[in-house]
């Protein structure tokens, strides 16, 4: 029951998620919907860069397929009933991910906050690219238990766009210094994603396996 609990949470969020960044990219003006953070100092939200503003759309479009197909590649009936869609599922997770992480990677280098925002979304996107890679070769190896576990590290960065506004929410407006709390926000969603997927990993899904 726990677990559709949680699996309930996360597509609902995904979801929500998705929908309201095209809202917020597509539906009404950017420029206006990001008025606060171009007053913080974000000024490439003022979308007059081209190149950036390709990448920032290719960025969020790609994100949002693993966003919402990692929930359903963890849901072992789906699998065993329909394995081809699994795997179709799964090239498409593993594809807008490469796409979505080479864009973010270019996008890190005019992130808010100095050398330490930029480095933090550098990390961020090299880890969902390294964890989405080791998935992906463990069960090109038919490694399926090693393939599980990345790929359950490569869904908690990708996760990480959810916890990424949580967290600059929390901290970045609770702060009187907006960009400390933003660059707090960056290193506090991934890095606090991965650190909660591995003890859950070690300590209940291996468990699990054993009994």
């Known amino acids: 029951m726990s677990k559709k609990i949680g ?3 996360i597509l609902l969020l995904s979801f929500v998620f998705v929908i309201s960044a095209i809202v917020r990219y597509v539906v009404l003006d950017p420029v206006e919907v990001n008025a606060i953070l171009i007053r913080e100092g974000m000024a490439m939200f003022k979308m007059t860069n081209q190149l950036w503003n390709i990448a920032l759309y290719i960025h969020i479009i790609t994100a949002a397929f693993p966003l919402v197909i990692g929930p359903f590649l963890f849901i072992k009936k789906l699998r ?3 394995l081809n869609l699994h795997r179709n599922l799964g090239k498409i997770y593993v594809l807008t991910i490469l796409i979505s992480s080479i ?8 992130a808010h906050g100095g050398i330490l925002a930029i480095l933090g ?10 964890t989405t890679f080791k998935a992906y070769t463990y069960i090109r190896k038919k490694q399926q238990v090693l393939h599980e576990e990345w790929m359950y590290r ?3 960065v990708t996760f990480t766009a ?3 506004r949580m967290w600059s929410a929390i901290v970045g407006y609770s702060l009187d210094n907006f960009t400390a709390g933003y660059v707090s926000a960056i290193w506090l969603s991934w890095v606090g994603n991965l650190v909660v997927i591995e003890l859950w990993i070690r300590f209940r899904l291996r468990k699990e396996r054993r009994v």
């Open 80 to 82: 065993n009933r329909n």
């Open 162 to 164: 959810i916890t990424f």
């Open 7 to 9: 699996f309930s949470i």
């Open 154 to 156: 490569s869904y908690a």
């Open 121 to 130: 979304f550098l990390c961020l996107n090299v880890a969902w690219l390294y």
């Open 103 to 110: 864009a973010g990677i270019y996008l890190s280098f005019y």
